[in-house]
């Protein structure tokens, strides 16, 4: 008898999945068409950077070793600047990102509890968690 069950996939999530989709087919068509027929201002760029950088930190600094991994304590103010550029990478909120982090640490060894396990493929441990 063969086990059905263990090759059955998690319906397809709409929402990231509609998010995902219409964010790449924008960025693959409409940014490089705006920046050929208009062009892109130096402190566009500037921006674009800053803000790509910004969100990054917060991510890394914030969300991850401050708040799911707690290896230090921050004032309130860059705890605020990490809650505000981490909402805007996208993520998730703090608590949300935070907890499924540490569900993912306490389970790392076990392909059904980690929720991002590495071992079902890069494609499933970085995106396809998130769409199923």
């Known amino acids: 008898m063969s086990d059905t069950n263990s090759n059955e996939k998690a319906p397809i999530n709409w929402t990231p999945t509609t998010m995902f989709v219409i964010t790449n087919l924008v960025a693959v068509t409409a940014v490089p068409w705006y920046g050929l027929t208009h062009g892109y201002s130096l402190s566009a760029v500037i921006a674009f950077v800053l803000l790509t950088w910004l969100t990054e930190l917060a991510i890394t600094a914030g969300y991850h070793r401050l708040w799911s ?10 705890r605020l600047f990490y809650a505000l550029f981490g909402a805007m990478a996208l993520q998730n909120t703090v608590l949300h990102w935070s907890s499924g982090h540490r569900v993912h640490h ?27």
């Open 106 to 132: 306490r389970h790392v060894d076990d392909v059904d509890l980690d929720p991002y396990s590495a071992k079902r493929g890069l494609w499933f441990s970085h995106m396809g968690w998130m769409i199923r």
């Open 69 to 78: 991994h707690n290896a230090y304590k921050a004032h309130w103010a860059l």
